[in-house]
């Protein structure tokens, strides 16, 4: 067995509790103040130097010389009531570690500890990243480089990694370029003028408005857009109206666009605006339409994404290693891909005996501990290597 996979399975009972801990605290984004604490304590416990940024987030430092690779692992929780019975469940009502990311950051601290055992023979300087707030517009990942995450030592490279329901414990599944989308939120409020239902004619129907819009924003999306480029608008949420015989006067509707491609993202974004207000005025209504931009596309870069899957095979063997078909979700991972070469990689952690288990923002997310020794091995290993071939 590799060397970095020994130490990593040496130190999982260690992994475990720095998981169960955070997964018993969970915080919502940018309230992260005791897992913050909770990390620095970890990190003072390793002597490994580090220092708060974005408020809730910690960068450490490992190891010296001008060449630097950086780690990253997310914090936060999300609002969600877990329903998984552990003994170490969630002791917040309504907050829930339902997206890995406690898993994350005690795979990051397992890392930590490996890197800081070998830290004399490291070939440069391992920076590594605890970042608030993934799970909210506008993502910590914006702010932790706004606030100069990757400045002083600015790093080469970045990797981070996702644990991942639909693959196996020891599988790493790890795309080249597109991995995650753009998204965006879309809200409507759509005035339109109250009547009396029998009588249309005095006023102006919202619902039939809306109906029509949902209709010919599916066709826009599909029209604007090259057929060989994906995206998606989704309209997931519509209300309005309270009685059979009552016209209302406004109906609220919201809903997500997702893409892949910045250049269309921003044209159809000018288009939906612009066909919603004059398709609602065509009817003599009016229309708002707000759109929160959220983060950008996860694109791999090619080198890293390279580099990470030789990472990969070299601790997983060939068969470990797989093609990851890129998915609609985001990820504010995007953040650092615009600055340096980025690459993002999927932990299986779906137990050997099971053939499926509960997604991520389940109640009933249970991720496999088995899988944590291999995230710190990966996460460890690709410092290592990365700062070797690039001395
Ligand atoms: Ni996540």
């Given at each position: 067995m590799n060397d970095i996979m020994q130490s990593a399975i040496e130190r999982t009972s260690q992994i475990i509790e720095d998981r169960r801990h955070i997964h018993r605290n969970p915080e919502l984004s940018f309230q992260e103040h005791e897992t913050c604490a909770y990390i620095s304590r970890r990190l003072e416990s390793m002597n490994i130097q580090h220092s708060i940024i974005a408020k809730t987030g910690i960068i450490a430092l490992i190891g010296s010389g001008e060449r630097c690779i950086a780690l990253r692992a997310d914090i936060d929780a999300l609002p969600i009531e877990e329903e998984?019975?552990?003994?170490?469940?969630?002791?917040?009502?309504?907050?829930?570690h339902a997206c890995g990311h406690d898993a994350h950051t005690a795979m990051l601290l397992g890392a930590a500890s490996i890197l800081k055992e070998r830290e004399q023979s490291l070939k440069g300087t391992v920076k590594l990243l605890f970042q608030p707030g993934e799970e909210k517009v506008p993502g910590g990942a914006s702010i932790m480089v706004a606030e100069?995450?990757?400045?002083?030592?600015?790093?080469d490279i970045i990797f981070g990694q996702h644990v991942y329901p639909d693959a196996p414990c020891g599988e790493v599944q790890i795309s080249i370029g597109p991995t995650m989308a753009s998204a965006d939120e879309l809200y409507w409020t759509i005035h339109g003028k109250g009547a009396h239902a029998a009588q249309p004619h005095q006023g102006i129907d919202p619902i039939l408005i809306a109906s029509e819009l949902i209709l010919h924003l599916q066709s826009l999306i599909t029209k604007s857009r090259n057929p060989l480029l994906p995206g998606v608008l989704g309209i997931t949420s519509i209300h309005g109206g309270s009685a059979t015989n009552i016209i209302p006067e406004m109906v609220e509707m919201k809903g997500t666009l997702r893409s892949f491609d910045p250049e269309w993202r921003e044209k159809v974004m000018i288009m939906i605006k612009e066909h919603s207000e004059q398709l609602c005025a065509m009817h003599g209504a009016t229309c708002e339409v707000t759109i929160l931009r959220g983060y950008p596309a996860v694109h791999n870069h090619e080198g890293a994404a390279t580099f990470a899957i030789n990472t990969a095979k070299g601790l997983f063997g060939e068969a470990g290693v797989t093609n990851f078909e890129p998915k609609m979700w985001g990820e504010d991972f995007a953040y650092y891909g615009q600055h340096i070469p980025a690459a993002f990689w999927m932990l299986g952690v779906r137990?050997?005996?099971?053939h499926s288990m509960p997604g991520l923002h389940n109640a009933k997310f249970t991720p496999d501990e088995q899988a944590l020794p291999y995230g710190a091995a990966m996460m460890s290993k690709i410092a290592i290597d990365w700062l070797e071939n690039n001395e």
């Open positions: 998984t019975n552990l003994e170490f469940a969630s002791c917040k009502k309504g907050i829930m100069g995450a990757l400045e002083n030592p600015k790093p137990p050997h005996d099971q």
